[in-house]
């Protein structure tokens, strides 16, 4: 008997885990993308607030000791408290991928994104971990940030299938549609990675001593604007285009959203430039640059249906 018990306790949670997508998985899946935009907002205000580095060492808070001491203030329990959520990303990460290990088979998509997530998390702490060991380097710090905006599109990914039907799926809009479709991203890019170069080249370097990248600020908000601009023209498109696609795919709804993160992120970053950068506005900015990649890559993954024929044929 002793010897079959953990057997049984073993089974049981086997069998306790989804095997097919229920309100656990979509929940799940919504609190990866959530902690992910989240955990952008907690590193912004450790950036804005000069709490760099307020642990001076990594994986350690300080030498000797793994939390803050006394003598680090408040820059300290910031910086402390940004590295602790990394462990909520790791814990749902896990919980993701525990939720979709049954149904690999049936679900690989899902198996597969949550495992890269899963690997990502920790990758995304180590370079973390790198920029304050290199004395947060403007480009490492940029790094650092790209990084969660892959993640943020990786989860962006995860809730959208996990809605989808599995199985081969074929583009379900006009050509012209996708390519206008796959340029706006691209320039979505662009706009993410130059902005990350204003900020690597304005006044928030995350602590006093913090260098610089050296690009003239004021021009490279300039140039940060252009494909920001580029990008709206793109979407106004996207969202004319909306009404003639089929309405299962819901395009009409995630280009109004990807519309309405651009014209809050425009007026966000205008009224920052004309305020001298108040650190608050310049936190809602990086968040919402990764809300707009979530909700482009909204736009792209919908941009095909199943393959109706192909189910059918199995």
């Known amino acids: 008997m002793p010897t079959t018990k953990p057997h049984g306790v073993w089974q049981r949670a086997w069998e306790w885990l989804p095997d097919r997508v229920d309100r656990r998985v979509i929940v799940a899946a919504w609190a990866t993308l959530v902690v992910q935009i989240g955990i952008v907002g907690t590193g912004g205000l450790v950036r804005l607030t000069g709490s760099g580095l ?41 919980v993701m991928f525990l939720f979709v290990v049954r149904m690999r088979r049936q679900r690989g998509d899902l198996f597969w994104l949550s495992l890269a997530i899963g690997l990502y998390v920790p990758l995304q702490a180590i370079i973390g971990g790198i920029t304050v060991l290199t004395n947060l380097n403007p480009y490492v710090v940029g790094l650092h940030y790209f990084a969660s905006v892959v993640l943020v599109a990786l989860a962006a990914v995860l809730v959208a299938r996990v809605y989808s039907t599995p199985g081969p799926r074929i583009l379900a809009v006009p050509r012209w549609y996708a390519a206008t479709t796959h340029l706006t991203s691209a320039f979505v890019l662009v706009t993410v990675v130059v902005g990350i170069l204003v900020t690597g080249s304005g006044p928030h370097a995350g602590d006093g001593g913090a260098a610089r990248n050296g690009l003239n600020p004021e021009f490279m908000q300039h ?49 920052q430039a004309r305020t001298g950068l108040p650190i608050w506005l310049v936190n809602i900015h990086m968040v919402l640059a990764v809300m707009l990649v979530a909700a482009m890559t909204a736009v792209v993954v919908n941009l095909k249906a199943p393959d109706r024929a192909a189910v059918n044929a199995r």
């Open 54 to 94: 307020g642990c001076p060492t990594w994986p350690q808070c300080t030498e000797g000791s793994l939390v803050p001491t006394e003598e680090m203030g408040i820059h300290g329990v910031i910086e402390f408290g940004n590295r602790l959520l990394t462990f909520v990303l790791v814990v749902v990460a896990i």
């Open 223 to 271: 140039v940060h604007s252009w494909p920001a601009y580029i990008t709206l023209a793109l979407t106004l498109v996207l969202v004319a285009g909306s009404w003639r696609t089929p309405p299962a795919l819901r395009l009409r709804l995630w280009t109004l959203l990807l519309l309405a993160v651009e014209l809050a992120q425009t007026g966000v970053g205008l009224w």
